[in-house]
């Protein structure tokens, strides 16, 4: 089970930081990633980050402003985001997966949080 915290309303330029708890279950060893889902579009890759070395990968419209990290002793996940555009405006969901590899598209993912909703206005 996921749930994720952090979201709100922002103005351009503007920061947040969401963080993604996981409880009954530890995602030591899983892949985790955030997508999101603007209104009338599809859910879209935003960060992904590895269990080992925790190499990250990024959506190239974020690359530079948005970080990923995670806290393995903690459960815990995280999406640093600075310069906030108000195309980022989404829910914002986390996810993982058991399987060792970077996955783009959210049918790799096996489990989910709720969302978080991120407004950003210009």
């Known amino acids: 089970h996921l749930v994720e915290s952090g979201g709100g309303l922002v103005q351009a330029g503007g920061s947040l930081r969401l963080s993604c708890a996981a409880t009954?279950?530890?995602?030591?060893?899983?892949?985790m990633a955030w997508f999101r889902q603007g209104e009338g579009k599809e859910r879209e890759f935003v960060a992904s980050?590895?269990?080992?070395?925790?190499?990250?990968y990024y959506l190239d419209s974020v690359k530079g402003r948005f970080t990923i990290s995670r806290d393995n002793a903690k459960n815990m996940l995280y999406l640093q985001m600075n310069g906030l555009k108000p195309d980022d405006t989404a829910v914002y969901y986390c996810?993982?997966?058991?399987?060792?590899?970077?996955?783009?598209?959210?049918?790799?993912?096996?489990?989910w949080g709720q969302g978080t909703q991120v407004t950003v206005s210009s």
């Open positions: 996810a993982g997966t058991t399987a060792n590899m970077q996955n783009y598209y959210a049918s790799g993912y096996d489990y």
């Open positions: 009954g279950r530890t995602f030591s060893r899983h892949f």
């Open positions: 980050i590895a269990w080992l070395h925790n190499g990250t």
